[in-house]
């Protein structure tokens, strides 16, 4: 009988996000504890943890001990005593486990802590001193993961997601359970090598027309000859930490040469293609005026630079204050985070209107600052739906306690807990059926393309003011290795 132990701890930090990432935050969002809670937890998830402990179950001569699950939205620097807290309760399990054979992990690749630059990589080097060399210890990792040399001097191999949306990151949790099985029955050995580029991307979906051809080519590379596996890391520049940026990682069985090899060939194809690797963004004006000139409906609205997603408030007002400029009719916003907000709400009560200063709190100087308006309460709801689509499918969603507001012919879901809403769920559990709706706004960059494809008749890329630009120049980047691209012209 082979043990395996395994764990998620994913947070993907936006170093310009005030506060930090606290255990509370967490808790919102997913805090499992032991193998009961975690397989009542994942038992409806389609994600890559959630194929990690599929792929073991009822699976003949291997015990798959799930021992914690902490997630926590992008944000803020993780608090110290969280991330301190996940180790000890790892290397407690080890402690007491008779034989580990295997640790098999799902991270996230830019995790920052308040002590740390490199949190994942801070992690695995504790759990490799503890199980020693011979333990093979596999992870599945977020597209955006800035993979540091500590990360690769103490895992045997990382299986990223290759999609933006992240539809593939079940894919990306059974590659690296699959790697794990064959590497405890003695079919392989992963050596992983890694080319790490002087270059930062900004939010790439992988269908981009410059980048989904090195894309395929990774993808083709996978399995040839002794080959295991090929990705592309875009890196997080928002992380902002000196070894962040794009990473070309390759997986071989026992030849590294190979595997060193595969890396930097790949690694150069990507660095020649940086000058397209870029994206054009309109501004709220120009984004309400396209959609309201569409011949059909709906039209969506991606409020890109103010995704929680990607660690910013959302509560940005810029774009919701030029539609109530431009008299919009039949229009739904999602999610402004407000907790006041939706307090004043509540006091009010359903049916009734409500004077508010809406948004624009947490950083005024950059998001707009407050809509001081009236607004009539339409509903209120505890915030938790189930996603439908094939993005994280099964997951519940808790925005916290929500009000949907009516400020003239707007909708606006105003949310408790500042969450990053991509499937359309978000609009049907305060009573809203999206189709009927001339305009859907959506505070997300890329991943809401998923599940609004399904109703749009065109999704149009906002950019205003807000913690999360989607250009690293924007972004007054410190820790950086320079020189590095864009920043420098290389």
Same mark, same amino acid.
């Given at each position: 009988?082979?043990?395996?132990?395994?764990?998620?701890?994913?947070?993907?930090?936006?170093?310009?996000?005030?506060?930090?990432?606290?255990?509370?935050?967490?808790?919102?969002?997913?805090?499992?504890? %032991?193998?009961?809670?975690?397989?009542?937890?994942?038992?409806?998830?389609?994600?890559?943890?959630?194929?990690?402990?599929?792929?073991?179950?009822?699976?003949?001569?291997?015990?798959?001990?799930?021992?914690?699950?902490?997630?926590?939205?992008?944000?803020?620097? @993780?608090?110290?005593?969280?991330?301190?807290?996940?180790? #000890?309760?790892?290397?407690?399990?080890?402690?007491?486990?008779?034989?580990?054979?295997?640790?098999? =992990?799902?991270?996230? %690749?830019?995790?920052?802590?308040?002590?740390?630059?490199?949190?994942?990589?801070?992690?695995?080097?504790?759990?490799?001193?503890?199980?020693?060399?011979?333990?093979?210890?596999?992870?599945?990792?977020?597209?955006? &993961?800035?993979?540091?040399?500590?990360?690769?001097?103490?895992?045997?191999?990382?299986?990223?997601?290759?999609?933006?949306?992240?539809?593939?990151?079940? #894919?990306?949790?059974?590659?690296?359970?699959?790697?794990?099985?064959?590497?405890?029955?003695?079919?392989?050995?992963?050596?992983?090598?890694?080319?790490?580029?002087?270059?930062?991307?900004?939010?790439?979906?992988?269908?981009?027309?410059?980048?989904?051809?090195?894309?395929?080519?990774?993808?083709?590379?996978?399995?040839?000859?002794?080959?295991? #596996?090929?990705?592309?890391?875009?890196?997080?520049?928002?992380?902002?930490?000196?070894?962040? %940026?794009?990473?070309?990682?390759?997986?071989?069985?026992?030849?590294?040469?190979l595997a060193q090899k595969t890396a930097d060939v790949l690694g150069e194809k990507v660095f020649a293609a940086r000058r397209d690797l870029r994206r054009t963004f309109l501004t709220p004006k120009e984004g309400v005026r396209q959609a309201l000139q569409s011949e059909s409906f709906p039209v969506v609205l991606a409020d890109v630079a103010d995704n929680p997603g990607a660690g910013a408030s959302s509560d940005g007002t810029e774009l919701l204050r030029k539609m109530i400029e431009m008299d919009v009719q039949d229009a739904v916003v999602a999610t402004i985070f407000d907790p006041e907000t939706v307090a004043k709400a509540e006091e009010a009560g359903v049916g009734n209107e409500v004077e508010i200063d809406l948004g624009g709190k947490v950083v005024p100087q950059i998001t707009g600052g407050p809509i001081r308006c009236k607004a009539y309460v339409k509903m209120l709801t505890d915030g938790k739906y189930r996603n439908r689509d094939i993005m994280?499918?099964?997951?519940?969603?808790?925005?916290?306690?929500?009000?949907?507001?009516?400020?003239? %012919?707007?909708?606006?879901?105003?949310?408790?807990?500042? @969450?990053?809403?991509?499937?359309?769920?978000?609009?049907?559990?305060?009573?809203?059926?999206?189709?009927?709706?001339?305009?859907? @706004?959506?505070?997300?960059?890329?991943?809401?393309?998923?599940?609004?494809?399904?109703?749009?008749?065109?999704?149009?890329?906002?950019? &205003?003011?807000?913690?999360?630009?989607?250009?690293?120049?924007?972004?007054? =980047?410190?820790?950086?290795?320079?020189?590095?691209?864009?920043?420098?012209?290389?």
């Amino acid at each position: 009988m082979k043990t395996i132990l395994t764990a998620a701890f994913v947070q993907e930090t936006n170093r310009y996000c005030p506060g930090v990432s606290s255990r509370q935050n967490f808790i919102d969002y997913t805090a499992y504890n %032991g193998k009961e809670e975690i397989l009542r937890g994942y038992k409806d998830r389609r994600s890559d943890f959630g194929a990690m402990i599929r792929y073991f179950s009822g699976r003949e001569n291997y015990d798959l001990i799930p021992i914690i699950a902490w997630i926590a939205a992008p944000g803020p620097v @993780v608090e110290q005593s969280v991330w301190q807290m996940v180790c #000890d309760t790892l290397l407690e399990a080890i402690k007491n486990t008779p034989k580990v054979d295997g640790i098999l =992990l799902s991270l996230h %690749g830019a995790m920052v802590t308040e002590n740390s630059e490199d949190g994942e990589g801070d992690l695995l080097e504790v759990l490799r001193r503890q199980v020693g060399d011979t333990v093979p210890i596999i992870t599945s990792l977020d597209l955006h &993961a800035n993979i540091t040399r500590k990360m690769l001097a103490n895992a045997d191999a990382f299986f990223p997601c290759e999609y933006y949306p992240h539809t593939d990151d079940y #894919d990306a949790g059974l590659r690296a359970a699959d790697c794990m099985r064959r590497t405890l029955e003695g079919q392989i050995t992963p050596v992983m090598r890694c080319c790490k580029l002087d270059m930062v991307l900004p939010y790439m979906p992988h269908a981009h027309p410059a980048f989904a051809p090195l894309l395929a080519e990774a993808q083709s590379l996978r399995g040839k000859g002794n080959l295991i #596996d090929v990705s592309i890391c875009h890196g997080f520049f928002p992380a902002d930490i000196y070894e962040q %940026g794009v990473a070309v990682l390759a997986v071989a069985d026992k030849d590294a040469d190979l595997a060193q090899k595969t890396a930097d060939v790949l690694g150069e194809k990507v660095f020649a293609a940086r000058r397209d690797l870029r994206r054009t963004f309109l501004t709220p004006k120009e984004g309400v005026r396209q959609a309201l000139q569409s011949e059909s409906f709906p039209v969506v609205l991606a409020d890109v630079a103010d995704n929680p997603g990607a660690g910013a408030s959302s509560d940005g007002t810029e774009l919701l204050r030029k539609m109530i400029e431009m008299d919009v009719q039949d229009a739904v916003v999602a999610t402004i985070f407000d907790p006041e907000t939706v307090a004043k709400a509540e006091e009010a009560g359903v049916g009734n209107e409500v004077e508010i200063d809406l948004g624009g709190k947490v950083v005024p100087q950059i998001t707009g600052g407050p809509i001081r308006c009236k607004a009539y309460v339409k509903m209120l709801t505890d915030g938790k739906y189930r996603n439908r689509d094939i993005m994280n499918t099964g997951r519940i969603v808790n925005t916290g306690k929500t009000a949907l507001l009516k400020i003239g %012919g707007i909708y606006v879901i105003v949310a408790s807990v500042r @969450v990053q809403c991509y499937d359309l769920e978000v609009y049907r559990s305060v009573g809203i059926r999206p189709e009927d709706m001339k305009i859907l @706004v959506v505070k997300s960059t890329i991943h809401y393309r998923t599940s609004f494809g399904n109703v749009a008749s065109a999704m149009l890329d906002v950019e &205003a003011p807000a913690l999360a630009p989607q250009c690293p120049e924007a972004m007054p =980047l410190a820790h950086s290795r320079r020189p590095i691209y864009p920043l420098d012209d290389i």
